[in-house]
């Protein structure tokens, strides 16, 4: 089953926070997260891990609560460069992965 | 190195034709997965290959089909195309199908089905 992101849409200003939310339905092994930008392929922004381990190569944080199926990606300080629209993609073990509907994310100056 | 590379990028059929896209993915990935992306939505899984063998199926209908090559490259085929297979098609690859690797997604194809 999908999972459900939100918000939907956020705008912010350059320098502000946000978070994006995702739930899932199953009990989870992993969380992925990518960031697609307007004409562009998804790509990859980090892999969190049942028991804690967390891994990514960008700036930005997330939570993974197994107990809740839930995860959270903090976007903090945000650049202009973090606009696109953000895709969670929960794991329940060797499963392929099901993405979102997404999180459209707008900086502005 | 080269990414996962798609072909063709651009394609326009009409109601009822086949098509068939192509996907080579990243040197030593042995899994490749399919997903359909209609605008403004998230992308929706349709296969994943892995060693030549179906290691999962979304839910869309037999119309689909997909194989995977002893070289690891791929082919998705859609058979009687409808208005709403309109779509762009990504091919991702991966190591392997576990879920702790991350998937590296080509360019796509953008299907248009007039």
């Known amino acids: 089953q999908q999972p459900v992101q939100s918000p939907q849409a956020v705008i912010l200003r350059e320098g502000e926070d946000a978070v994006i939310n995702c739930s899932s339905s199953k009990a989870l092994y992993s969380v992925h997260w990518y960031r697609q930008k307007h004409g562009e392929a998804p790509v990859f922004l980090m892999i969190l891990l049942k028991g804690g381990e967390q891994k990514g190569h960008e700036k930005i944080s997330a939570s993974f609560n197994e107990k809740k199926q839930q995860s959270s990606l903090y976007l903090t300080a945000s650049q202009l460069s973090y606009s696109g629209t953000y895709f969670c993609?929960?794991?329940?073990?060797?499963?392929?992965?099901?993405f979102g509907k997404g999180t459209r994310l707008s900086v502005i100056a | 190195d080269a990414g996962v590379t798609q072909s063709p990028t651009h394609l326009i059929k009409t109601r009822g034709q086949h098509v068939t896209l192509r996907c080579s993915p990243i040197?030593?990935?042995?899994?490749v997965s399919w997903y359909q992306q209609v605008l403004g939505q998230g992308p929706q899984f349709i296969f994943q290959y892995y060693e030549k063998e179906e290691r999962g199926r979304g839910n869309f209908p037999d119309r689909f089909s997909a194989r995977q090559f002893p070289n690891y490259s791929s082919e998705l085929n859609v058979n009687a195309l409808l208005l709403g297979d309109s779509a762009l098609y990504l091919c991702?690859?991966?190591?392997?199908?576990?879920?702790?690797?991350?998937?590296?997604f080509g360019e796509g194809s953008r299907l248009t089905v007039l």
């Open positions: 993609g929960p794991d329940s073990g060797n499963t392929p992965l099901v």
């Open positions: 991702a690859s991966s190591l392997g199908v576990t879920s702790t690797g991350e998937l590296f």
């Open positions: 040197s030593g990935h042995k899994s």
